[in-house]
DNA sequence: ATGCAAATGAGAACGATTATCATTTGCATC
DNA sequence: GATGCAAATGATAATCGTTCTCATTTGCAT
């Protein structure tokens, strides 16, 4: 493993346990940014770590519960993970290869939250994905 | 029933047979506008329309590929239908008791096309939903 | 080293949705 | 109106992502 960082886990008042070490580290490693419960599992398998199915869904709904990951609900069905490095952003999702890009706009930001307490309401969160066809060479395979 | 409107499926390519005039016609009668598939499967049973479950999945599912009704995928993991009329909105869903709240912003959309265009994306659809806690008199039920 | 609450893992259970397949229906044709 | 057949239906099994259960293991304070 690259560098585990359990203080992430103290302070998140989580044991520091070897799989939830091995999922954050893959996390850090950041080779894949958005994964889904079955691409962590899948890939600590292929990097001949072992660790339950279940207990991958329990640490990424722990982490996502202490702020470690974000937890995406893309269309599909399958709940995604990415990092929680603070800076919210939304995202783009390339419809043909399923490539997740990431953006940032503050006046689309302001202007959601004047019009939802506009409307009487107290936003906790929200999401905008925007499903879009990306240029060819930034979709290099099909689904 | 109300009004059923045979010309829609027909324009659909979809043949008129009596469950999907039913689902459609609860629909248009309009008394609840977002509805996930057992939300239509109990509220036609309710009515003393008989109708399987399974057809319920697969009428709502043509629908939607036909432009009929959209499909939404909240938080919460199961698809909610509405009737298509046209305008594009997006919505607030409240966390407290499932209700679902329209709105629309012209310039959160020309921004979001503005901001998914100069990232290089054909944009093909999107979906903001907002997160929110509804007042408490719009919320009477907590699920 | 010891003890115990917390965490894990294997598998069962679950909820939403889709697939299967024998039966029924819409509808064009006679 | 009767007939035929492809398309649609409905009951049920199957699937998929996810959560639950519970016996076993582990982290960590003593």
Known sequence: MDTPQPEHLKSAGLKSTLPRLKVLDLFQRGQERHMSAEDVYKQLLADGESVGLATVYRVLTQFAQA????????????????????????????????????????????????????????????SLHIYADCTKTKCPNRR
Do not use: M, P, W
Not at 86 to 93: A, E, F, N, R
Not at 94 to 122: M, N, P, W
């Open 67 to 126: 702020g470690l990951l974000v937890r995406h609900n893309f269309e599909g069905g399958k709940s995604v993970f990415e990092l929680n490095e603070g800076t919210h952003h939304d995202h783009i999702v390339c419809l043909q290869c399923g490539h997740v890009e990431e953006f940032y706009d503050s006046a689309i930001e302001t202007r959601q939250k004047k019009v939802v307490s506009d409307l009487g309401f107290a936003i906790q969160d929200h």
